[in-house]
């Protein structure tokens, strides 16, 4: 894994015309580049596409790189913003495996999706239960579900999340609980809220 002042030594390289030095940032970031947008839109074809076009502007544009955060976060906003471009043109489906917390950001509860390894009928409901996951991802906004892949899918901090949106940490956290809330609320109103019970489930309300 490369340091921050390796990644910078690189990005001076290329910026200086060792343009070939850029392939060690691509083979850094693009297995979680790829499950970003594979994340966002739900579909390999199209997420290698973004994936590609993400790293092509990064190239063309690294000069705006300031090394104000990590050159990851900064690619990141590349990448989301060019898979929510593509989302609001074409909606795409995908489901998701998170946890769900309060406004506060303490964990609540479990909302995962299991593996396929067990028996016929619990595989058939674990289908069943996907399928409702990915109805309910795609009744969100592209907002609501850019902000849960940066943070379920990609592990990223509510401080590079705000980074990433151009928010405040605070903002990242109220977006992230009504997100999983919006989701929760679709899951249980299906009745399908797998690791989720009637005990800890979601109570009350958050605004819009």
Known sequence: ?????EEQEIIQKVLSGDTEAFEALVLE????????????????EDARDMAQDAFIRAFNSLEGFR?????S????????NICIDFLRSRAKKRMVSMTWSDEEGEDAGELEIPDERYSP??????????????????????????????REINGLTYEEIGKVLGIEEGTVKSRIFRARKKLCDFLLK???IPGVGASNAPKGGAGV
Do not use: C
């Not at 894994?1 to 002042?5: A, E, G, K, S, V």
């Not at 409702?132 to 849960?148: A, E, F, K, M």
């Open 1 to 5: 894994m490369l340091t921050r002042q």
């Open 121 to 150: 009928e619990a595989q058939f409901e674990r289908t069943n239960v996907r399928d409702s996951v990915r109805r309910g991802l795609d009744s969100l906004s592209p907002q609501y579900r850019q902000i849960l892949v940066l």
């Open 73 to 80: 976060v900064w690619l990141y906003r590349l990448t989301s």
């Open 67 to 71: 090394g104000d955060s990590k050159f």
């Open 29 to 44: 970031h693009q297995n979680k580049v790829y499950s970003l947008a594979l994340r966002m839109v739900g579909n390999e």
């Open 190 to 192: 299906e009745g399908n």
